[in-house]
């Protein structure tokens, strides 16, 4: 079936670096862009980041703009999140994220379960 | 980006309706065609459950319905049912290849 599976989170220190991974199958990987969305313990969900599906062009909010990267590799049906700097308010469960274009305009129709990112001293 | 406007919580008897607002400007919900709903419950991933305003993915009972009128749109549960307890985002595009969601809004079934 159709799924996206994150991997890589879990405690780092401030200013530290962690890198996330998601793992697709069920779908052709390469004809979909892929977002990242966080949420906050209790709070709500936050666009972070966005790749197309053919990896040329990245987008971020000004939240992790030159903070986090982007990146796919096709081959492998995988995308990753680098996040350097990190801050404690980066700490989140952390989505990747299918963007349904071209069937579903606009929205994200795929979603894994998400990994904890917890940044704290 | 600032996160489109959301009621926190709504509330329903069983069998009625309830109508969640999401309000943004003219530079997100206002200015495309774009808005999209998303379901979660407790400990879970979200769900999609409407898309380009009131359009449906497959699956989804037809209780839920979206509508948009200038800057706020509007996600109707119909027949609430014990399982449509949750939270519920809206999201919009805001140009720029950037997204923005909802405030979230928690529905109880009385």
């Known amino acids: 079936q159709v799924q996206l599976v994150e991997s890589g989170g879990g405690v780092v220190q401030p200013g530290r670096s962690l890198r996330l991974s998601c793992a697709a199958s069920g779908f052709t990987f390469s004809s979909y862009g892929i977002h990242w969305v966080r949420q906050a313990p209790g709070k709500g969900l936050e666009w972070v980041a966005n790749?197309?599906?053919?990896?040329?062009?990245?987008y971020y909010a000004d939240s992790v703009k030159g903070r986090f990267t982007i990146s796919r590799d096709n081959s492998k049906n995988t995308l990753y999140l680098q996040m350097n700097s990190l801050r404690v308010e980066d700490t989140a469960v952390y989505f990747c994220v299918r963007d349904g274009h071209p069937e579903i305009q606009y929205a994200f129709d795929i979603w894994g379960q998400g990994t904890m990112v917890t940044v704290s001293s | 980006q600032s996160a489109l406007t959301q009621p926190p919580s709504a509330s329903g008897s069983p069998g009625q309706s309830v109508t969640i607002s999401c309000t943004g400007t003219s530079s997100d919900v206002g200015g495309y065609n774009s808005v999209s709903w998303y379901q979660q419950h407790p400990g879970k991933a979200p769900k999609l459950m409407i898309y380009e305003v009131n359009k449906r993915p497959s699956g989804v009972p037809d209780r839920f319905s979206g509508s948009k009128s200038g800057n706020t749109a509007s996600l109707t549960v119909s027949g609430l049912q014990a399982e449509d307890e949750a939270d519920y985002y809206c999201?919009?595009?805001?140009?720029?290849?950037?997204?923005?969601f909802g405030t979230g809004t928690k529905v109880t079934v009385l």
């Open positions: 790749i197309w599906d053919d990896g040329r062009n990245k």
């Open positions: 999201s919009s595009y805001a140009g720029s290849n950037k997204w923005v």
